[in-house]
């Protein structure tokens, strides 16, 4: 009896386990995960990057908070759209649940969304936007990015205030009229395009005379934005007065180049995006001002939508969008008057 009654209990807590075990291997089946796809237009642009470790870190926060396994792999296209064409293709192969793109040429978009449509998975384009029409040839494609012309009018506003307090001390030869140059981002970009014209007509209607030296495309680059400055300093040694640039990055390469060629008096130069080192510059007054063109904001819309979309297929709620498309974060003035505040 006594050996017969071990067994049982042997054979129960055999059972036991063996339930236990399987209600285990149920529960983590039942786990939710989900893969996210980001490919990037380029590796050395700081401030996509920035936005590109604020997908990653968001992601990560908010699985954590929901209990949802996530998967998050990061591609670099070296610029080349055909390369990101493969990046797509490969990441729909994998089946991940959204892919995040940067994309590389935004007119050119129609394989990317011509895939993502053919296999059904959603596409968050961010930071370049694409052409509307295009992003109208799926129910499952959105943008997360910011308004240009805000940007543009915020750089006029502060070159405005800029001259209304130093107007004299601007204008190197007198002559009533501000000489500037322009360093642009990208031929054909838009943001180049409106970020441009915009600037230019908001100082304008502001009553300020402009005058043009040289308008020259960076790229992007801090490098490029040194080389090509530096060549028109070769020419108006004296002359240049106030620089615009499309960007933070090409604003930090105008002021390498003001500092090496040894100007005596240092041009009003003025930047997009908010980068920590252009708002030292800022602190330090060798640039007058920047659109913080927030990556941490950028970050956090995409990485919350990457998962609602994932999980119920659709943007959370509480994210309002633009025709059902179009998530844009405001750009805030950043100048003297405020730049301790966002310095880190």
Same mark, same amino acid.
Not at 175 to 191: C, K, N, R, S, W
Not at 202 to 227: K, P
Not at 337 to 344: A, F, M, P, R
């Given at each position: 009896?006594?050996?017969?009654?071990?067994?049982?209990?042997?054979?129960?807590? /055999?059972?036991?386990?063996?339930?236990?075990?399987?209600?285990?291997?149920?529960?983590?089946?039942?786990?939710?995960?989900?893969?996210?796809?980001?490919?990037?237009?380029?590796?050395?642009?700081?401030?996509?990057?920035? @936005?590109?470790?604020?997908?990653?870190?968001?992601?990560?926060?908010?699985? &954590?908070?929901? =209990?949802?396994?996530?998967?998050?792999?990061?591609?670099?296209?070296?610029?080349?759209?055909?390369?990101?064409?493969? &990046?797509?293709?490969?990441?729909?192969?994998?089946?991940?649940?959204?892919?995040? #793109?940067?994309?590389?040429?935004?007119?050119?978009?129609?394989?990317?969304?011509?895939?993502?449509?053919?296999?059904?998975?959603?596409?968050?384009?961010?930071?370049?936007?694409? #052409?509307?029409?295009?992003?109208?040839?799926?129910?499952?494609?959105?943008?997360?990015?910011?308004?240009?012309?805000?940007?543009?009018? /915020?750089?006029?506003? @502060?070159?405005?205030?800029?001259?209304?307090?130093?107007?004299?001390?601007?204008?190197?030869?007198?002559?009533?009229?501000?000489?500037?140059?322009?360093?642009?981002?990208?031929?054909?970009?838009? =943001?180049?395009?409106?970020?441009?014209?915009?600037?230019?007509?908001?100082?304008?209607?502001?009553?300020?005379?402009?005058?043009?030296?040289?308008?020259?495309?960076?790229?992007?680059?801090?490098?490029?934005?040194?080389?090509?400055?530096?060549?028109?300093?070769?020419?108006?040694?004296?002359?240049?007065?106030?620089?615009?640039?499309?960007?933070?990055?090409?604003?930090?390469?105008?002021?390498?180049?003001?500092?090496?060629?040894?100007?005596?008096?240092?041009?009003?130069?003025?930047?997009?995006?908010?980068?920590?080192?252009?708002?030292?510059?800022?602190?330090?007054?060798? @640039?007058?001002?920047?659109?913080? +063109? =927030?990556?941490?904001?950028?970050?956090?819309?995409?990485?919350?939508?990457?998962?609602?979309?994932?999980?119920?297929?659709?943007?959370?709620?509480? @994210?309002?969008?633009?025709?059902?498309?179009?998530?844009?974060?405001?750009?805030?003035?950043?100048?003297? +008057?405020?730049?301790?505040?966002?310095?880190?």
């Amino acid at each position: 009896m006594l050996k017969r009654f071990c067994g049982l209990l042997l054979t129960l807590a /055999i059972a036991t386990s063996f339930v236990g075990c399987k209600k285990e291997a149920l529960q983590e089946r039942d786990r939710l995960s989900i893969k996210v796809g980001v490919t990037m237009y380029s590796e050395f642009d700081p401030f996509t990057e920035d @936005i590109r470790h604020n997908i990653e870190d968001y992601l990560t926060e908010y699985g &954590q908070k929901k =209990d949802i396994d996530i998967t998050t792999t990061v591609v670099y296209s070296g610029k080349n759209q055909l390369v990101q064409n493969d &990046q797509v293709e490969d990441f729909i192969e994998k089946n991940y649940d959204v892919i995040c #793109v940067n994309i590389v040429d935004r007119t050119d978009a129609t394989v990317i969304i011509e895939k993502a449509k053919s296999a059904d998975i959603p596409i968050i384009f961010f930071n370049r936007e694409v #052409v509307e029409d295009d992003l109208n040839r799926f129910n499952k494609l959105y943008y997360v990015g910011a308004k240009p012309e805000e940007s543009g009018q /915020i750089q006029g506003e @502060i070159v405005l205030s800029e001259l209304k307090t130093r107007f004299a001390d601007v204008d190197l030869n007198q002559d009533g009229v501000i000489q500037y140059v322009m360093l642009e981002g990208e031929a054909g970009h838009q =943001d180049s395009i409106v970020r441009s014209r915009v600037s230019v007509e908001t100082i304008v209607n502001g009553g300020v005379e402009l005058e043009r030296l040289g308008d020259e495309i960076a790229n992007w680059d801090r490098q490029q934005a040194h080389t090509k400055l530096t060549a028109l300093l070769q020419g108006y040694p004296r002359q240049i007065e106030l620089v615009i640039a499309n960007d933070d990055n090409m604003a930090l390469g105008a002021v390498d180049a003001l500092k090496q060629f040894g100007v005596q008096t240092m041009p009003m130069v003025v930047g997009v995006n908010g980068q920590q080192e252009a708002m030292e510059e800022i602190s330090n007054g060798n @640039i007058i001002g920047t659109a913080l +063109n =927030d990556a941490d904001a950028k970050g956090k819309i995409i990485a919350k939508m990457a998962i609602g979309i994932a999980v119920s297929g659709q943007v959370p709620k509480d @994210i309002k969008l633009d025709q059902d498309k179009y998530y844009y974060v405001p750009y805030v003035k950043i100048d003297r +008057n405020n730049v301790e505040t966002y310095l880190k």
